[in-house]
């Protein structure tokens, strides 16, 4: 296949996470927690796996390791920052009753993380196939507790099951959009740069977002199975790299 197909084909397959949303509306709050928490901490560890295992250490493979490279890295995870700040986006991660944002501005927030979401993954797939893949999984993996949140806010916000589906899909699909300007602008500069960049967006997110979401719990079994989510979304990343590797 070809390196636009797979950019193509990992943009659709991403944009219909959003619909996964409306599962929502089959669980109580309650039962949604629970589902929610062990899926966050299972993204957390994906989405370092992901930076750590896979990203850095593709582009120090392709362009060295220069310090440009960690620049970028920390200019991803700035950006990040600047977003919460300034758009007061934040990941939602709780059940819907904790949260009360204005819906319209989730859209527009998660509008723009997508398409940054998309330029990295295409980014990935541009520099090598197998990088792209381990970095679509880490991303889609994150995806699936963003949209059941984003989605039970949306319902709780007074939205209509089909508005709020249709828009979350809209706000999704600048995912594929990004990965078509990423491919589009390969054909005049070198995006190498979005690799690093995407890993320190993955790091942010992970840390500052993710993490925090399941420190705090109070019940000892419970931190038990959000750290082995945790680890568990490490260790798949892990396994992704050694079955590429072999």
């Known amino acids: 296949m070809t390196t636009f197909f797979w950019i193509l084909s990992s943009g659709i397959l991403m944009s219909a996470i959003a619909l996964i949303g409306s599962v929502t509306l089959f669980f109580s709050e309650a039962t949604l927690k629970k589902i929610l ?9 994906t989405l370092l796996g992901g930076a750590l295992l896979h990203m850095i250490p593709a582009a120090i493979e392709k362009s060295g390791n220069q310090a440009s490279i960690y620049l970028w890295v920390l200019l991803g995870f700035a950006l990040f920052l600047a977003l919460e700040q300034f758009l007061h986006w934040h ?33 990935a797939f541009l520099i090598d196939v197998r990088v792209g893949v381990s970095t679509w999984i880490a991303a889609a993996a994150h995806e699936v507790p963003q949209e059941l949140g984003d989605f039970g806010i949306l319902i709780h916000g007074g939205w209509k099951k089909g508005k709020a589906l ?41 840390a500052a977002d993710l993490i925090p979401e399941i420190k705090h719990e109070d019940n000892p079994t419970l931190n038990v199975i959000h750290f082995c989510s945790f680890l568990s979304g490490i260790a798949l990343l892990l396994i992704v790299r050694l079955v590429f590797e072999h």
């Open 37 to 45: 928490l062990p899926l966050v901490a299972l993204a957390a560890g």
């Open 91 to 123: 990941h939602c991660h709780r059940a819907p009753s904790e949260h009360r944002p204005l819906t319209y501005l989730i859209l527009i927030a998660d509008g723009v993380h997508n398409f940054i979401g998309g330029l990295a993954v295409a980014g």
């Open 166 to 206: 249709f828009y979350n899909l809209l706000s999704a699909l600048t995912f594929l959009v990004g990965g078509i300007v990423a491919y589009a602008a390969s054909f005049t500069f070198d995006v190498t740069f979005l690799l690093p960049f995407a890993a320190g967006n993955f790091i942010y997110i992970a």
